[in-house]
């Protein structure tokens, strides 16, 4: 299984961008997918999972400012992340859970992309 996001920038406060994660491997449409972040100094934190039938979660941090979403025909994953705050700057991680639903544990997804970065400055 191969996942690789793009999409990460240099972006001002209130700024937005849209992350992408492209899978290859195994079955997209029947696994859950989630997007994690580690800031510099800190552990990689949970930011946004979505089941395989679509229903997504959020953290409290970025619940109404960020959108997950997933394009099945293209085995594709999205972050749009709107409203951004300097606190946002981490690398983003996406990940293919071990079954279908939208989990919030790190230790519950078996495959992980080589992340992107993003820098939230002015």
């Known amino acids: 299984v191969q996942l690789q996001a793009s999409g990460g920038g240099l972006v001002q406060p209130g700024g937005s961008l849209r992350l992408s994660c492209a899978a290859s491997?195994?079955?997209?449409?029947?696994?859950?997918m989630g997007w994690f972040r580690r800031a510099p100094g800190k552990e990689r934190e949970f930011v946004s999972a979505?089941?395989?039938?679509?229903?997504?979660t959020y953290a409290d941090s970025v619940k109404d400012r960020f959108t997950i979403s997933r394009d099945n025909a293209k085995n594709t994953l999205y972050l749009q992340m709107n409203s951004l705050k300097p606190e946002d700057t981490a690398v983003y991680y996406c990940?293919?859970?071990?079954?279908?639903?939208?989990?919030?544990?790190?230790?519950?997804?078996?495959?992980w992309g080589q992340g992107t970065l993003v820098t939230v400055s002015s």
């Open positions: 990940a293919s859970s071990r079954g279908s639903s939208a989990f919030r544990m790190v230790g519950l997804y078996d495959y």
């Open positions: 491997g195994r079955t997209f449409s029947s696994y859950g």
């Open positions: 979505i089941a395989s039938g679509g229903s997504p």
